[in-house]
């Protein structure tokens, strides 16, 4: 009974995931913390194994769409990765507490971000570095208009990525969140191929954490299994539902979830 509701609650975590980009680890180190008592060092490891799930079951759907930008996946990818090891070391003079309201504030400060936030950005013009290294695209909206769209601040994602990276190995949400704030936010590209590219970097984050947690014996695999299996079958759904849905749309789930989680993982360090 306990590995079928892990599974149940994984399916809708890897939806989530795969439609707003964030990997999935939201729900899965949520519900294993909140509603299993599992320690959330254990959590954050199975799910980020299940984020390399998410990334997998996502990333070909996408491609398939030409919403995933593969030239600035890779290129962000190097801030990421660095960000990951520096966060897996910071990670042992945390105690789980703290990680906690970590979690929950982070949350809170992108949910108010979101929120300010109406429709898509659009840079208007090139960053020199984008413009150097081909980084715009196009892709087709939810009606079939072809949109072509520019990368603002290339330096200022790099930046950010870095300690997208941190927060990955910290926190095990495959620092999603943090990847698609960058690159709505600051680099000013559409929502979409803001998600469907955090869903192809989510995996290669994700994997360099989860090495290292490996080595400490924290991935346990009656966890983890039921955990990646659901994630892949939900992430699957949400890639196929999300080039469909508005922009705005997603948005509006992306805020609603964000806070949801944040109130619950406060109250929760409270109690640690």
């Not at 590995?3 to 995931?17: A, C, E, K, M, R």
């Not at 413009?131 to 769209?149: P, R, S």
């Not at 590209?189 to 989860?210: H, Q, R």
Request: proline share 3%; charged share 10%.
């Amino acid at each position: 009974m306990y590995s079928i509701l892990l599974l149940v609650i994984s399916v809708f975590g890897g939806f989530l995931g795969a439609l707003l980009g964030l990997g999935g680890g939201v729900i899965v180190v949520s519900a294993l913390t909140l509603f299993f008592g599992v320690d959330i060092r254990y959590a954050i490891a199975a799910s980020l194994i299940s984020i390399i799930a998410t990334s997998s079951g996502a990333a070909a759907s996408f491609l398939k769409d030409h919403l995933t930008n593969l030239r600035l996946a890779v290129l962000l990818e190097v801030g990421t990765v660095f960000g990951a090891i520096a966060g897996f070391f910071i990670s042992s003079y945390i105690q789980s507490k703290w990680l906690f309201f970590l979690f929950g504030g982070f949350l809170l400060f992108s949910a108010i971000s979101m929120l300010k936030k109406k429709g898509d950005s659009r840079a208007e013009v090139n960053h020199p570095w984008s413009e150097k290294l081909n980084l715009g695209g196009k892709f087709n909206n939810e009606v079939g208009e072809l949109v072509h769209y520019h990368v603002a601040n290339v330096p200022l994602g790099l930046f950010v990525m870095f300690f997208a990276g941190i927060f990955s190995a910290l926190l095990g949400i495959g620092s999603g969140i943090f990847k698609v704030m960058a690159m709505d936010g600051a680099m000013k590209i559409p929502m979409k191929i803001s998600s469907a590219t955090s869903n192809f970097m989510i995996g290669v984050t994700a994997t360099a954490s989860a090495g290292a947690y490996l080595m400490k014996g924290d991935i346990r695999p009656e966890i983890a299994c039921p955990v990646s299996l659901g994630i892949i079958i939900g992430s699957f759904v949400g890639a196929r539902v999300m080039p469909k849905m508005p922009a705005d749309k997603i948005r509006k789930i992306f805020v609603v979830v964000l806070v949801a989680v944040a109130i619950q993982m406060v109250m929760k360090g409270f109690k640690a």
